[in-house]
């Protein structure tokens, strides 16, 4: 068996597919819809920073860091790479392919367990999730084994 998983992810979801052996067709195997991965930081909390006063009597915001909306899209990522880690555990694929824009599929690899990153085969950063399943197969040319 040649198996590879492929995930097509942004923030507000993902969709997973299945190629059986090189060169096969896509097959859509799970859809993940992540609604609240679209909210901005404005629609999450609508609080402003506080304010703090340092030793010398200065002003200045309380930044967030990572924010509300950022923290929501590294849960997302973890929740994926949790999937991708029972996937591999469980013997469904043997080669994986992350597909997201670029700041995403950062939080995709850091969320992945040191097992599942090493049956990573390509990735791409750019953001197909919108995409028609069959219009997938002619963006991922170069990152699926043929």
């Known amino acids: 068996m040649n ?3 492929v995930l097509v992810a942004n923030r507000g979801g993902a969709r997973l597919y299945e190629q059986e052996q090189p060169g096969g067709g896509l097959r859509r195997v799970q859809e993940i819809p992540h609604p609240e991965g679209r909210l901005k930081d404005h629609e999450i909390v609508s609080d402003k920073s506080g304010r703090v006063f340092d030793s010398f009597h200065s002003r200045h915001a309380v930044s967030k860091s990572p924010g509300p909306a950022e923290q929501i899209a590294i849960g997302f990522a973890q929740h994926l ?3 991708l880690r029972q996937g591999r555990t469980t ?12 700041h995403f599929l950062g ?18 950063a750019k953001d197909l999730y919108d995409f028609a ?8 040319q170069a990152v699926l084994k043929t």
């Open 3 to 5: 198996r590879t998983w």
């Open 81 to 83: 790479a949790d999937i």
């Open 91 to 102: 013997g469904h694929f043997e080669h994986l392919v992350l597909v997201a824009d670029p």
């Open 107 to 124: 939080h995709l690899r850091a969320a992945l367990d040191e097992h599942t990153a090493k049956m990573l085969a390509g990735s791409l």
């Open 133 to 140: 399943d069959r219009e997938l197969p002619g963006h991922l």
